[in-house]
């Protein structure tokens, strides 16, 4: 097991790393509370919760262990789901001293971080994310929320969990789908932030591929520590944590546009890094060697690389505009600088981006 | 006007209260921004929307004034009304740069300020309580929130507002009985903080529901004062805050059980404040004169002072079972010490509190 801090101006917390750490009763006893709601859905259920079930009544068999199981899939995330959970909380009598627990991924990590957010107006909550995506990303650095039918992740929080315990053994039902939108998150870090992990990562890409645990294991540790080295600059993400955001803006068009749980997030994070990187491209910031690897890698992971069939410069603009990071009406986007460091900026030709949009036209 | 500070360890707010401040362009400047959308009511939109949007555009132009009409009350306070503000501010395409305004009583303040705390992760909001009861109460400390069908107010989030401006001008088209439902709130403070301030309530009494300006702005600002003292101690409610729920987890019942807005808030905080007080008497913490001085007082301003018909102990129970202070399956209830000086304990004789129920059914 491998450990990471993140220290924060009024919080910190643990994110461990490891096989089999869903039933290490001990890791997780410290964190909870005398009333506990574990919050999952159906795919994972039946795989990973008797397991956590029997740790979290271990050290105190008097402890209340519930669990709602939600519906499957980003389609799912927003506010009517969310009130399930609220409902389920209420029919329990559960008090604000009760501890939830995200069980699944990035959806679920989300909107119970959320639920925990508001449940009244604050409770505490642990991670325990399943999927590769949700383990390297969204389960660290308390971003939550759910979507809104005009935009993704348009309602949510800043909530820090207590805990983030991340078991490994729980990607090995992971599908090959889901795990390659993973790999698209771990390579953003390679590029936003350091560009050994890239050459790190293009060198044991095939073995990622093949899952060979020791190698999924340090790209997992190198993103959530490269995660929370930004997250602990920048919690409310006033400025330097906007880079984690890199292909998120054109990503987050792609899933509107073609409805949530079309492409998975990751998916869409893939084809919008390498556009990033493309416009990066297009402004002299980064050579055209940097796009070919950045698609190879993409490619040889089936990841896709161009628009979704139908989708136009348009509805590119008019999606992107929604983005958090619009101030004052003016788009701002996350380029590379150069390999390993990404900026925030307005500041680029809107011809450049016009081109970029159309170069990936299906 | 008179201005009082609420100072938080991070945050700092004024609160103005006087005659015509809606209109004061220069109070509300400082704290727009380019993107300002005015959230308010059906009741409401027609007296004042009108008088405030003329001073919100006098400064700047240029400046997006845009505003989302709700229907008004309590039964409406939830997500799905919530949602509506969402819809309206992605349509507008508004930025995490936008500022909410609060224009309307308690249900559109709590609303708001939820939004304000959720809507892109966090957007700053402005108070401009139209009604006695959120002058006095809900407009200040940051308390927001929706309910749910199992609960009041069990869904929000601590967010404290950039101002509060308290035009008194309002309260001309208040109805008698919204008004009747502030004053319960105003009483409240006398009984939980400061004895003078009960005895100059009494003096006053009668100028106060003539509503008689100078006596009626003179109850607002020690009101305000005194919740403002006690917030600074305690933003999130871990101890002393608490006690601003004087008569609050019965008056929840109250509401929960009647559905929301059968009675008025501040008709079931009424009531409640009576039997949170007869109670204490009956654990022998005040004498049965102050329970008929809360009581005539009541009655004077035509306030209930029994409960719901038809509603049971068991009713009382099961529901007061789901309140916020609700500790490990403990009920904790606010009571009264002395005159002026509130507790909250879960050290009571449960037969007293049967007592007490069973003594105010209908």
């Not at 971080?113 to 909550?125: D, I, K």
């Not at 073609?258 to 890094?273: C, K, P, R």
């Not at 979704?308 to 600088?337: C, H, I, W």
Request: glycine residues 8%.
């Amino acid at each position: 097991m491998k450990t990471l801090s993140l220290d924060l101006p009024a919080h910190h917390y643990d994110i461990h790393i490891g096989a089999g750490l869903l039933a290490q009763a001990e890791l997780l006893a410290p964190h909870l509370s005398p009333e506990v709601l574990v919050v999952t859905n159906e795919t994972i259920a039946p795989l990973y919760l008797a397991r956590l079930e029997a740790a979290l009544v271990k050290p105190d068999a008097n402890r209340r262990i519930e669990s709602v199981v939600l519906p499957d899939g980003e389609q799912h995330k927003h506010l009517r789901t969310l009130d399930q959970v609220f409902t389920r909380l209420l029919e329990l009598n559960y008090s604000r001293r009760c501890t939830l627990l995200a069980l699944g991924g990035g959806v679920i990590g989300d909107m119970t971080g959320f639920a925990a957010a508001c449940y009244q107006r604050g409770v505490n909550y642990i991670q325990l994310p399943t999927t590769l995506l949700s383990q390297v990303d969204s389960s660290v650095g308390g971003k939550t929320g759910v979507n809104h039918a005009l935009g993704k992740n348009m309602i949510g929080a800043f909530k820090q969990p207590e805990l983030v315990l991340i078991d490994t053994d729980t990607l090995s039902t992971l599908p090959d789908r889901e795990y390659a939108a993973g790999l698209a998150e771990v390579l953003k870090y390679g590029l936003i932030a350091d560009a050994g992990f890239f050459d790190w990562l293009e060198q044991h890409w095939s073995d990622l591929l093949a899952r060979r645990s020791d190698v999924v294991s340090e790209a997992i540790y190198r993103s959530c520590a490269l995660k929370a080295e930004v997250v602990a600059e920048d919690e409310t993400e006033q400025g330097r944590r906007a880079i984690l955001n890199l292909g998120h803006t054109f990503g987050h068009a792609i899933e509107t546009w073609t409805g949530y749980g079309a492409w998975l997030h990751g998916e869409a994070v893939a084809t919008g890094l390498l556009m990033a990187t493309d416009l990066s491209q297009r402004l002299g910031h980064v050579d055209v060697a940097l796009v070919e690897r950045v698609r190879t890698l993409l490619l040889q992971a089936e990841l896709p690389v161009r628009s979704p069939t139908g989708m136009a410069r348009d509805n590119y603009l008019q999606l992107m505009a929604r983005d958090k990071k619009v101030e004052s009406g003016v788009l701002r986007l996350v380029l590379l600088n150069t390999l390993g460091h990404a900026i925030v900026t307005s500041d680029f030709a809107v011809q450049a981006l016009y081109e970029t949009i159309d170069h990936f036209k299906s």
